[in-house]
Structure formats: structure tokens, C-alpha cells
């Protein structure tokens, strides 16, 4: 699903430059769930945004579904992330005058979809994740695991191959940071590729390998713990009990 | 897609409602200003026959005195137009494809037998060629020949105007018309035809370079026929000097007749001017002139040379120019920033998979939105200026009101306008979003 | 002051394309209201200038020959005998010419016989022994025209080529600097030479082109008849002006059957008229100019607000760290400052070349630098206005914004 192979990349400032990734290399079968941990300033969040074509690298080669990245245009990445990655973040990032309905709609909207297949697929998504009621809703009238369910619907509403998601509940308490993590594995369960950004061990527990990344390094991977459990909660469950 | 944004815009207003009235206001404050001063401008000094401003000359000889204090190129620096003797020998040179001359006459016309006083008129005395040279239109008939011109035979050519007051604004082509105890034949009746300012001749008359145009157009050799003094300007190098007598006037130097050529060609506007100057160089050489000082000017050059076109009247359109900068810079200012909070959200769109150009669009739209807002508002204050504009004219002549009328010319300029105001505000902002990476604007804040 | 400055400058740096673009307006707002400023200044003065004519009392108005076969002199002079005796006329007189007009003649004025020295262009006004009485000019030196020295066409002139004239002051002096003129001869256009027998106080004759040289007017006693119109020109008693010019028009038009009255004027309107070109130039650039002054306040007023917005939680958090109300609004103001100085720098360089570009190109005086100080006062004082809400709003942000998230 996603080869890296010594990438780096290096932020440059007026002053100083910043080696964020160094001879960063990793390989992401489809359909696994990785958990990434690390210090902060590590280069979590610079893996992902590479990995999810939101900046470009300055070396080393990566492919995301087989196609080699490197070199293609400002208009093909856009396409990619359109329609092969949904992202998940820490702060939520739906946006503020958009209900939830219309949130979901967005990355539809620039696919180019039909109308009526857009409402089915919103309707699905939202489903999912268990806010169909609020679809009406602004974000600022949800509470936070709401509004980050709805950015995972958002996120999987294009039918994406690969979820990135940084520190998706790291504003969230450890109740609703749970039944996120239910939904990711409901997702990864259905055939998506997840990769999750996490400093919670006990969530990074839940993944079928864990990544540690020290100073732009990949420091050492672990393997599947065992602790990953196959069964699954039903969402719709869980909700009632959060509201 | 353009539905989307569209709704996309109308959100992003209504979050700021404020702000958004400010812009449109902006924008159709400057659009306004914009057009009234060009309307107002364009009134007050266009040239009414720019088509032609390649071709069409005023001659001028200006034989007075070298001894001016005056500077050349200031119309009191000889004179503007020709004496007699210069204007029938330069007419003759065969070299233009139209030429023409032209004198005011005044005088009063009867049209009945017991029509009891006669009605006052203005008559253009002129050539046949005036109505080709300058596009005028006809309504009924045509203009007079060549050989009205030389014999002169009593023909007529009459305003829509005056047509309308004397026939009804029938067709009156063939009937007569009694002027200084002849019968002039109405050969054609012109369409309106309102040239401000009246170019072709600027002097004197009812109101000046911006009064109306002849009630009733005749052969120009009838003025000297009947012996009928010009009515329009001259000016005169003595003062009294044999000119008590109308056949003094024809001997003397004063200066009375308008001269326009039509030259089309390069050769042939060389060709004209080296028998102008050959001309000009004999009379100096007779000792008739002082100088050889022979010019050719195109309408505009006619125009400024008059003053007609006033340099403080350029001076308005500079000023209604740097108010469009300002406002334009005042909206780019408020759009780049309202569009630069919208970073994020614009970074988000981008992490969705929204390329540039789709980004570039949406803000394209918002923007387009606005200045049509802003152009449309600006159309109906404009109107309500040039009112006010009328209001300020109202005094002063009567067809300065003319050029306070809304003219397409200043609907186009204020659609440019708004157009130049979308790309400018509009695009700036949406490249800068575009320039940088999304993941700038997803760090958590 | 010093210490808020700090921080204000690099947020300024840190996003200057909004400063730099406020400063652009304000730099473009102050070259045009000060150049605007000037030329107001100029055309009000030029306005102000005296006619030297009695202009409330006075009308003059055109008759015109309908047919050709009318006598131009027996004509006048009936219409002069009849107003000269109309209750309310003060004085009559016929001239060619209207003053304050561009309806007039003009002739070279010189010292010598033409082509043998330098002329001037001036204003020819030929009128009877009563016009300069018409008129109301009275002489500074010499003498009016006598009725016998009038120049008609039914009298033979003793010697028509030695004329006598009478000449305004300014005209005087611009030909014979500080000499005395009366007495002295002059050349109109020809080689004949003519006495001047009487210098008058100023007044504007029939105007030249643009005006400059108003003041320049050579008198000449003769009724012209040649064309197939003369000029009336009549002063009335005090207030009784309308009525008068109803009576003569209604009596001239009706008294030959020939004879129409083409136009009338009456002096104050003539200066009006003079000067409504100018009168308008003045209104329309003070309104485009306050326009402007306008938007650039709105500018500066909506870019102020919409800081106030984005800011806010920065602005929390100054509160929460312990700036006062003040400490903000001075923020806000002393921001603004820094932008209007750099704006009000590049104004007044563009000003000036404005300045310099319409001195050379439209004959305006120099820019006084008065006028720029005034400007950027102006501009500092309105634009301090245009940000004071703003600013006062800033100041009203709880500083529990600090604590809350976005
Ligand atoms: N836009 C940027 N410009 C300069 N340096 C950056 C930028 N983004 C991240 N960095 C630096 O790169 C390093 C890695 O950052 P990041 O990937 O955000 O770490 P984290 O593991 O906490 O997510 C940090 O040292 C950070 O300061
Ligand atoms: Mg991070």
C-alpha cells in the first residue's frame, strides 16, 4: 500500500534547517493498521503529511498504491488524496460553517460526483459512525468525539484506501479516545489501510504493529503485540452511551 | 461546480456581513465615481468624430504678425482660421479626397407666403463635401453637387430641427424656403445630429463650441454673393483697416473661414502640406505674410488646440483613476485579509483532495460575486451622480446638461471595471493561498 | 509607548501586505487631496477676483437684422434714445462686445507700428460716449470720449486715421511699465498710431481665451455697423434691472419688424457663466476628493475591525498577561501611526510630483508645502478616527478569551 524508501525532508527557515524525516523508510501493506508513536518534534506529523501527499519530500522514493509519487503534479496529488486517502486530525479541522452534512459533502463535491450519489454516501458514512440524527448539525453544536467522528466520515465517505490520522484523541478523555479507536478498527476491519499517529501506548497496543520514530529515524518497529483484538464493538452502542 | 461556490460565497458573506457590505460599497463607490467622471469627461472633451482622426485636417496659415507675444501653438498666435483669398486659393488644389470651408451665417428664413416675421436662424455657409466629410446623416434627401457649390445655386439642407419646427418633420425635400430675398431649394433634411463639442466649427454662435449645431446649411459662396457678413468669429490683423466694407472684408486679412481637409493617405497629406507651404512661402515672399507658419491638425489636436479639451478636464480623469486604485487597493486589502483567515478552512479543502485550481475557483467566484455586487450597486450610484452632475450644469449652458446622460461607452468602462476588480482583489489573495503547501494550515493551533 | 512598539512592529512585519496596502491608499489619498487642495484654492481666488464692473445693475443684449435691409446706426440710435429715456435706465450705450463674455473682439496692442516691436493681445470693446459711463468704470487718468469724437458711418471722420482710445490700467501698465501712458501713442494691429486719452480703473472686458489677461481691454469710440447685429448694453438703477430689461425687450422687438432680440445677458449671470467651468472643476474635485477621503477611512476602518476579529485570541492574551484597556487601544492607534507615516511619506513625495507634473503642465503655482502639512494632519487625524472603533473594541475583549480554545 504505502513504500517509503530514505525519504527526507528538511524544513528550511532563514536560520535554520530542519531535518524532520532523515533516510525515513517504511512499508505499509494494505489493509494493516499501524500505530506511530514518538516523542513530540519527532516527525510524526511530517510522516503523515508526506505520506498523505500534504507536502512534498526532498529525497528518497515513495510509492502509495504501487504509483511512484515523486514528480507528479500539484493537480494529480490533489487527485490522490481526493480519492485514496482520507485524514483524520487532532483539532477535527470540520469547518466551522459547514454543517455535518455538508462537511461529509466536501471531498465528494471535488470528485465530481452526482448529486444523488453523494446524498447516499454521506447518508452511509454518517451511518457508520453514528451521527446520522446530527447531520444538521454545526460542528460547534457537537461535543469533541462527535465532531471527530464526523471528520472520520468525512475521512471515509470517498471509499479511501488509506486513513491517516494524528493523534485523532489527543483532545479527547480516554472514554471517547476508545470508541474512536472502535471505529478506526471497524474501518481497518472493512478493508481500509489505517495509519494512526498516537502517543497513548495503551491505543498503540491496538494495532497490529507499532512504529517509533525518534528524531526523523524509524527507531524500531514492534510486531504484533497479541494484544490486538479482533472483536468489535457496534458503534451505534457506544454512542448512546457517550451523549 | 459553479453552484457550489457560489453557495460557498453567499456563506462566507453572510458569516461577515459587515465586512461584505463594506467591499461592494467600496468597489461601487469607485465604480461610480469612475464613470460619472468619465461620462462627465467624455462629454466635456471627447472628439465626436474619433474614426476620422487620421484623416480629417483644419488648415490654418496663421499669417499675423512674428512679433506676438503669444506662443505658438496658442490659438491667439495667428489665427485659427483663413482669410478669403487664402481660403478660395487653397481649396483649389485638387490634392484632398474631400475638402470643405465654412463660415456662421445669420440671418432669417420665411417659409409661407403670410408668414408675418421671419424666423431667426443660424446658417452653416459650407460646401457640399461638409456632409461626406463628416459622416453627417440625412434623413430625407442628400447633399447639394459640385456645381451648387460653384454656381452657387439656391439649395438648402435643413436640421432635423428646424424641419421639425418649419414642415412637421415631413419630408420637405423640394419645396422652398425664402432667405435674403431668394428662394432656396430644400435638396435634403439631416437626421439629429448633435456633434459635442462642434467640432468643425468652434467659433462663436449660439453657445459656443458646445452650443447646437446650424438650423439650415447652404452653398458657401452665397456669403459673398449677397455680400452677408460672417456671423461667426475673426479676428482681424489691423483693426478697422478697409475692412468697413464687405468687399474690404474679402481684400483684407482678416480671417473668418474655417478649412478642413480630408486626407487619407500618407502621400497625400505630404503631398498637401508641401503645397501648403509652397503657398504659404510665395505670400511670405510678396510680403503678404510675416511667416510661414502652416499647420495641419486632427480633430483632437484641433480640440486641445482650443482648449476645448481642457487640461484640467484630463486632470479629472487622472484623479478618477487614482480613486479606482484606491478603491481597488482598499478591496484587495479586506479580501486578502478575509481570505487569509480562511487559510485553514481553504487547507482543510485542500487535504479533502481540492486542487488548486479548484481552490483558485471557489475564491475566484467570491470575489466575481462581490465586484458584480459592487459594479451593479455602482451602476445605480453613477446614475444618481450624474444627476447631481446635471444638477451642478444646470446653470450654466444648456447643452452642458447633454453630456450628464448615462452613455454606454461609461456602462462598458464600469463592467471593465468590476471585471478588473475581480481578477485583481480575487486572484491575488486565492495565489497566495495556493502557493503553500496544505499542511501548513492544519497544524493544530 | 517604546514598549509596545516592539511587538507591534513585528506583527506588522510578520503580515505586511494589509499595513502595506492601507499605507499605499493613504500615500495616494494625500498626493490627491492635497494637489486637489491647491487647484480648489487656485480657481477660488481666480473666482474671487473683482469684475470691476457694477454686475447686479447691468445687462446687455443682442439685436439682430432680419432682413438685411435695416440700418444698423439709425437702429441703435432709435433703441438708445428710447432706453436713454426709459424710467430706471441709469445709462445706455452700444458696443460690440458683452463684457465678462467670450462674445468680442480682440486686437494686438503695441508700442510701435506692427511687426516693428513687441504686442499684446487684448480685448477690443468700440463704443459710444456713454459706455465707459455704461459701464461704470471710472478713469484713473485723462478723459472720457466726447460725442463728436464717435466714429460713425454717417460722418466723415476729420482724419480717420488718427485715432484716440482709452485703456484699462493693467493694459497701461503692461505696455509702458511705470511711465505715465495717457498722452502716449499706440498701435493697434495697423501702422497708424492712436492717442491714449484716458486710462480707467480695471475691469474685464470681453474675455480672452482662459482669462488670464482679463484685465487687458483697449476702448475705441465708433458704433460698428457692418454686422447685421449690435450689443446694447445697459446699467439700471439699483434693483430695477429686470424690470427694465423686460420693458427693452419687449419694446425693441416689437418697435421693428425687422429687428429681433437675439440674446440678452445680464452681467451677474455673464460671470457666472465665466466661471462655471471653474466652479465646477472646484465642486466636482472636492467631492471626488472627499470620496476618497472617505474610503480610505472605510478602508482603514473595515482592515481595523477585521483585526480586531482575527486577533482576538492574541489580543486575550496580552489582557491575560495584564495590558490594560489603554495599553490596547494605544496598540491598535500607535499601529496605526507607524502605517500612516510610512503612507504619508510616500504621499508627500507623490505629491510633490504630482505637484511638479501640473506646475509644468497646467501652469499651477509650486506646491506650497503648507498644504502637505495640512494633508497629512488631515490624514492622520481622520485615520486615528477611522481606527479609534476598532481600536475601542479590542479594548472591550475579556481576557477569558486566553483560555478558551477556537
Ligand atoms: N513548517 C515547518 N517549518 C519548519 N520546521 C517545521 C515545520 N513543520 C515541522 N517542523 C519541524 O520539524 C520537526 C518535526 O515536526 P512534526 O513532524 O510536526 O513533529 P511531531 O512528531 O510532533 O508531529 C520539528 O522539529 C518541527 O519543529
Ligand atoms: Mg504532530
Not at chain 1, 515523486?70 to 460553517?97: C, H, M, T, W, Y
Not at chain 2, 419646427?165 to 448633435?194: C, E, M, N, Q, Y
Not at chain 2, 479543502?349 to 475564491?363: D, E, I, K, M, N
Not at chain 3, 498722452?183 to 470681453?206: A, D, H, K
Request: with cysteine.
Amino acid at each position: 500500500m504505502l513504500e517509503m524508501h530514505n525519504i527526507s525532508k528538511i524544513y528550511r527557515t532563514d536560520l535554520i534547517e530542519t531535518h524532520a524525516l532523515r533516510e525515513f523508510s517504511l512499508q505499509v501493506a494494505a489493509g494493516e493498521f499501524i500505530a506511530v508513536s514518538g516523542p513530540s518534534g519527532s516527525g510524526k506529523t511530517t510522516f503523515l503529511n508526506v505520506a498523505g501527499l500534504l507536502e512534498t519530500f526532498d529525497s528518497g522514493t515513495y510509492k502509495l498504491d504501487g504509483q511512484d509519487i515523486r514528480g507528479l503534479s500539484d493537480n494529480a496529488r490533489s487527485r490522490i488524496r481526493n480519492e485514496k486517502i482520507g485524514f483524520v486530525f487532532q483539532s477535527f479541522n470540520l469547518i466551522p460553517d459547514l454543517d455535518i452534512f455538508d462537511n461529509v459533502d466536501v471531498p465528494l463535491r471535488y470528485r465530481g460526483m452526482k448529486a444523488a450519489e453523494r446524498t447516499a454516501r454521506i447518508a452511509n458514512s454518517l451511518e457508520l459512525v453514528g451521527l446520522s440524527s446530527r447531520m444538521r448539525h454545526l460542528p460547534a453544536q457537537l461535543s469533541g468525539g462527535q465532531q471527530q467522528r464526523a471528520a472520520i466520515a468525512r475521512a471515509i465517505a470517498g471509499d479511501p484506501a488509506l486513513i491517516l490520522a494524528d493523534e485523532p484523541t489527543g483532545n479527547l478523555d480516554s472514554l471517547m479516545a476508545r470508541q474512536i479507536m472502535d471505529l478506526l478498527e471497524k474501518i481497518n476491519s472493512m478493508g481500509t489501510t489505517v495509519v494512526l499517529v498516537t502517543h497513548d501506548p495503551e491505543l498503540a497496543r491496538r494495532a497490529e504493529r507499532n512504529i517509533h520514530i525518534i528524531d526523523g529515524l524509524v527507531a524500531d518497529t514492534v510486531p504484533a503485540s497479541g494484544a490486538r483484538r479482533r472483536e468489535r464493538q457496534g458503534p451505534a452502542h457506544a454512542e448512546s452511551a457517550t451523549d | 461546480m459553479l453552484g457550489y461556490y457560489l453557495r460557498l460565497s453567499l456563506r462566507s458573506f453572510r458569516r461577515a456581513p459587515g465586512l461584505t457590505a463594506l467591499m461592494v460599497s467600496t468597489i461601487a463607490l469607485g465604480i461610480a465615481a469612475c464613470i460619472v467622471t468619465l461620462t462627465v469627461y467624455h462629454g466635456m472633451s471627447s472628439n465626436p468624430i474619433w474614426w476620422k482622426n487620421g484623416e480629417l485636417y483644419a488648415v490654418t496659415v496663421n499669417p499675423l504678425s512674428p512679433s506676438q507675444t503669444r506662443k505658438a501653438g496658442d490659438p491667439a498666435y495667428g489665427s485659427s482660421q483663413l482669410a478669403y483669398d487664402d481660403a478660395t486659393y487653397l481649396s483649389g488644389s485638387g490634392i484632398p479626397k474631400r475638402e470643405t470651408v465654412l463660415a456662421f451665417l445669420f440671418g432669417a428664413i420665411t417659409s409661407t407666403p403670410d408668414q408675418t416675421r421671419p424666423l431667426p436662424v443660424m446658417i452653416q455657409a459650407t460646401t457640399g463635401g461638409f456632409f461626406r466629410m463628416f459622416d453627417v446623416p440625412f434623413r430625407y434627401g442628400g447633399p447639394w453637387n459640385a456645381a451648387a457649390d460653384r454656381g452657387p445655386e439656391p439649395v438648402m439642407v435643413l436640421s432635423h430641427r428646424e424641419n421639425a419646427k418649419l414642415f412637421g418633420g415631413t419630408d420637405s425635400v423640394g419645396r422652398t424656403l425664402l432667405w435674403s430675398g431668394h428662394r432656396f431649394r430644400i435638396v435634403g433634411v439631416l437626421a439629429p445630429w448633435h456633434p459635442l463639442p462642434r467640432f468643425y466649427d468652434l467659433s462663436a454662435g449660439d453657445g459656443g463650441p458646445f452650443g447646437r449645431s446650424a438650423d439650415a446649411f447652404i452653398p458657401f459662396q452665397w456669403g459673398p454673393t449677397l455680400r452677408d457678413w460672417p456671423a461667426g468669429h475673426m479676428s482681424c490683423s489691423s483693426q478697422g483697416s478697409a475692412s468697413s466694407t464687405y468687399q474690404g472684408l474679402l481684400g483684407s486679412g482678416c480671417t473668418w473661414i474655417g478649412m478642413w481637409v480630408e486626407l487619407p493617405t500618407r502621400a497625400a497629406r505630404r503631398h498637401f502640406r508641401a503645397f501648403l507651404q509652397a503657398y504659404a512661402a510665395a505670400q511670405r515672399k510678396a510680403g503678404i505674410f510675416h511667416a510661414v507658419n502652416t499647420h495641419l491638425w486632427t480633430v483632437s489636436q484641433w480640440l486641445s488646440l482650443h482648449h476645448i479639451v481642457t487640461r484640467r478636464s484630463g486632470l479629472l480623469v487622472n484623479l478618477a483613476f487614482a480613486l479606482l486604485t484606491v478603491c481597488l487597493i482598499n478591496t484587495l486589502g479586506i479580501l486578502l485579509a478575509k481570505f487569509l483567515r480562511g487559510a485553514p478552512l481553504a487547507g482543510i479543502r485542500r487535504a479533502l483532495g481540492a486542487s488548486r485550481r479548484q481552490v483558485f475557483a471557489q475564491h475566484l467566484v467570491e470575489a466575481g460575486v462581490l465586484s458584480l455586487a459592487g459594479a451593479a450597486l455602482g451602476l445605480a450610484l453613477s446614475a444618481a451622480g450624474l444627476a447631481g452632475v446635471r444638477l451642478l450644469y444646470r446653470g450654466s449652458a444648456a447643452a452642458y446638461g447633454k453630456f450628464a446622460h448615462f452613455d454606454p461607452i461609461g456602462i462598458a468602462w464600469a463592467l471593465a471595471l468590476a471585471v478588473v476588480a475581480t481578477i485583481v482583489a480575487g486572484l491575488y489573495p486565492a495565489w497566495r493561498i495556493g502557493r503553500r503547501p496544505p499542511a501548513t494550515y492544519l497544524k493544530s493551533q | 509607548m517604546a514598549l509596545t512598539s516592539h511587538p507591534l512592529l513585528s506583527a506588522l512585519r510578520r503580515n505586511p501586505t494589509g499595513a502595506v496596502l492601507i499605507a499605499l491608499q493613504i500615500g495616494i489619498t494625500l498626493a490627491i487631496l492635497v494637489n486637489a487642495a491647491a487647484i480648489v484654492t487656485h480657481a477660488l481666488q481666480k473666482m474671487d477676483r473683482p469684475t470691476g464692473l457694477d454686475t447686479r445693475d447691468t445687462f446687455a443684449m443682442e439685436v439682430a437684422d432680419l432682413s438685411r435691409q435695416f440700418n444698423v446706426y439709425s437702429a441703435s440710435s432709435a433703441d438708445l434714445a428710447y432706453l436713454r429715456h426709459l424710467p430706471g435706465v441709469a445709462a445706455a450705450s452700444v458696443i460690440v462686445g458683452i463684457p465678462l463674455t467670450d462674445d468680442g473682439g480682440t486686437t494686438t496692442v503695441g508700442r510701435l507700428p506692427e511687426s516693428q516691436g513687441p504686442t499684446i493681445t487684448s480685448a477690443y470693446l468700440p463704443v459710444d460716449q456713454q459706455g465707459l459711463r455704461t459701464l461704470d468704470v471710472p478713469l484713473v487718468a485723462g478723459r472720457d470720449f466726447r460725442a463728436s469724437e464717435i466714429r460713425v458711418p454717417t460722418v466723415a471722420h476729420p482724419d480717420p486715421r488718427i485715432g484716440i482710445v482709452i485703456v484699462t490700467q493693467a493694459l497701461a501698465n503692461a505696455l509702458f511699465a511705470h511711465r505715465s501712458a495717457l498722452g502716449q501713442s499706440i498701435y493697434l494691429g495697423g501702422r497708424t498710431p492712436s492717442t491714449i486719452i484716458g486710462i480707467t480703473r480695471n475691469f474685464m472686458g470681453p474675455q480672452l481665451g482662459g482669462g488670464e489677461h482679463a484685465y487687458d481691454t483697449v476702448l475705441v469710440p465708433e458704433i460698428v455697423t457692418q454686422y447685421a447685429a449690435y450689443d446694447l448694453l445697459v446699467r439700471t438703477q439699483p434693483g430695477k434691472r429686470a424690470v427694465v430689461l423686460r420693458e427693452a425687450k419687449r419694446h425693441i422687438d416689437a418697435a421693428d419688424q425687422n429687428a429681433v432680440v437675439g440674446y440678452t445677458w445680464t452681467l451677474s449671470h455673464a460671470k457666472y457663466r465665466m466661471y462655471s467651468g471653474l466652479r465646477n472643476l472646484a465642486v466636482f474635485l472636492s467631492f471626488l476628493t472627499l470620496v476618497m477621503l472617505v474610503l480610505c477611512c472605510l478602508g482603514i476602518f473595515g482592515l481595523g475591525t477585521f483585526n480586531v476579529v482575527t486577533r482576538t485570541r492574541q489580543i486575550g492574551i496580552r489582557r491575560a498577561l495584564g495590558a490594560r484597556r489603554r495599553d490596547i487601544v494605544t496598540l491598535f492607534l500607535a499601529e496605526n501611526a507607524i502605517t500612516v507615516s510610512a503612507g504619508a511619506i510616500f504621499g508627500c513625495f507623490l505629491a510633490l510630483g504630482i505637484g511638479q507634473w501640473l506646475t509644468t503642465h497646467d501652469g499651477l503655482a509650486r506646491l506650497d508645502p503648507w498644504y502637505l502639512l495640512v494633508g497629512v494632519a488631515v490624514l492622520a487625524l481622520t485615520s486615528q478616527l477611522a481606527v479609534w472603533q476598532p481600536a475601542r473594541r479590542a479594548a472591550r475583549i475579556p481576557p477569558a478569551v486566553a483560555t478558551r480554545t477556537i
